[in-house]
């Protein structure tokens, strides 16, 4: 089974509320978002984020310029079920991240939260890597978060990466500065916790 085939097995036969990683409210991508005053306009894109709960967030604080990006339609599907309406207001995009699925230099904020600890090889790394600096302009920011350092060693059936901020830095260049990292204890819906990490990074100009 290949990558896209795993996580659309995984969302069709799974409801979102019940994988380890969600939660109801993504608070601590809300807060680095609203700590770089980026306007309502800004385009902002949450890769990986099918079955996240950030689309939500981001239209009910007036953000109207949002892109959800996932390699799962039944994910994505699923969202904009839950959305209703509203869907409308988001551009959903089915495509794997690592390829070219966004027009260059236009996004303004990449959020990304459990997908790059998934990437498991330096090509993939570097795929992720060559999108991410080919769509986010100049002085933009990119806010990834991956399972830290005591983090798990396997999620979903499949291994990952672990990072602190400064490993994670290394893997994306030096085109981009750190501006702000997090801790954060995840309770996953099952019991149990998960060990995340945050870095908020921006691109050099």
């Given at each position: 089974?290949?990558?896209?085939?795993?996580?659309?097995?995984?969302?069709?036969?799974?409801?979102?509320?019940?994988?380890?990683?969600?939660?109801?409210?993504?608070?601590?991508?809300?807060?680095?978002?609203?700590?770089?005053?980026?306007?309502?306009?800004?385009?902002?894109?949450?890769?990986?984020?099918?079955?996240?709960?950030?689309?939500?967030?981001?239209?009910?604080?007036?953000?109207?310029?949002?892109?959800?990006?996932?390699?799962?339609?039944?994910?994505?599907?699923?969202?904009?079920?839950?959305?209703?309406?509203?869907?409308?207001?988001?551009?959903?995009?089915?495509?794997?991240?690592?390829?070219?699925?966004?027009?260059?230099?236009?996004?303004?904020?990449?959020?990304?939260?459990?997908?790059?600890?998934?990437?498991?090889?330096?090509?993939?790394?570097?795929a992720?890597?060559?999108?991410?600096?080919?769509?986010?302009?100049?002085?933009?920011?990119?806010?990834?978060?991956?399972?830290?350092?005591?983090?798990?060693?396997?999620?979903?059936?499949?291994?990952?990466?672990?990072?602190?901020?400064?490993?994670?830095?290394?893997?994306l260049?030096?085109?981009?500065?750190?501006?702000?990292?997090?801790?954060?204890?995840?309770?996953k819906?099952?019991?149990?916790?998960q060990?995340?990490?945050?870095?908020?990074?921006?691109?050099?100009?």
């Amino acid at each position: 089974m290949n990558t896209k085939e795993h996580w659309q097995s995984l969302y069709e036969s799974t409801s979102p509320d019940t994988v380890s990683w969600y939660r109801p409210h993504l608070e601590k991508s809300m807060e680095f978002i609203r700590s770089t005053d980026i306007g309502p306009g800004a385009r902002i894109v949450d890769v990986g984020g099918g079955a996240s709960t950030l689309a939500d967030d981001l239209l009910a604080e007036g953000y109207r310029n949002v892109a959800v990006v996932d390699i799962a339609e039944s994910a994505l599907a699923a969202t904009r079920a839950r959305l209703g309406e509203r869907a409308e207001k988001i551009d959903w995009i089915t495509g794997d991240i690592t390829r070219d699925v966004l027009p260059a230099q236009s996004i303004d904020f990449w959020h990304d939260r459990a997908v790059f600890h998934f990437l498991t090889s330096p090509r993939d790394r570097a795929a992720y890597r060559e999108q991410l600096l080919r769509c986010l302009k100049p002085g933009g920011f990119a806010l990834i978060a991956t399972f830290a350092l005591d983090g798990p060693e396997k999620c979903s059936g499949l291994p990952t990466v672990r990072y602190d901020a400064a490993s994670l830095l290394a893997e994306l260049g030096d085109a981009f500065e750190h501006a702000e990292e997090a801790s954060e204890l995840h309770e996953k819906p099952s019991g149990g916790v998960q060990s995340f990490m945050y870095c908020l990074c921006k691109r050099r100009v």
